[in-house]
């Protein structure tokens, strides 16, 4: 098992910024690539980007490259999403997650097998 916890989450204007973190523990999250995905209303759930944890390995949604990174810190267990450039559009609850295997389909809802609570963002203009 793997457990999951986002934080970090708020009310922000237009073009500010917010770090976004997901604290992992269980006994072998190491093994797994932890994903970030958004879910605004009404709409699907969609990728933002993964990071796989034992090489470090990121990739991003071709439209988020630019104002999304991804990365990790292995001392706390956690994995961060920073968002710069806010935009009224990026409102929506931020989910992450942990799966695999590390591949082509990593940006596939589908490989994702443990998922956090989520944590709401919203971007005012």
């Known amino acids: 098992q793997v457990q999951l916890v986002e934080s970090g989450g708020g009310l922000v204007q237009a073009g500010g910024s917010l770090r976004l973190s997901c604290e992992a523990s269980g006994r072998t999250f190491r093994t797994y690539a932890v994903g970030w995905f958004r879910q605004a209303p009404g709409k699907a759930r969609e990728f933002v980007a993964a990071?796989?944890?034992?090489?470090?390995?990121?990739y991003t949604e071709d439209s988020m490259k630019g104002r999304f990174t991804i990365s990790r810190d292995n001392a706390k267990n956690t994995v961060y999403l920073q968002i710069k450039s806010l935009k009224p559009e990026d409102t929506a609850v931020y989910y992450c997650?942990?799966?695999?295997?590390?591949?082509?389909?990593?940006?596939?809802?589908?490989?994702?097998?443990?998922w956090g609570q989520g944590t709401q963002v919203t971007v005012s203009s």
């Open positions: 997650a942990a799966g695999g295997p590390w591949g082509p389909q990593i940006g596939s809802i589908d490989q994702y097998d443990y």
């Open positions: 990071i796989n944890w034992s090489s470090g390995n990121t």
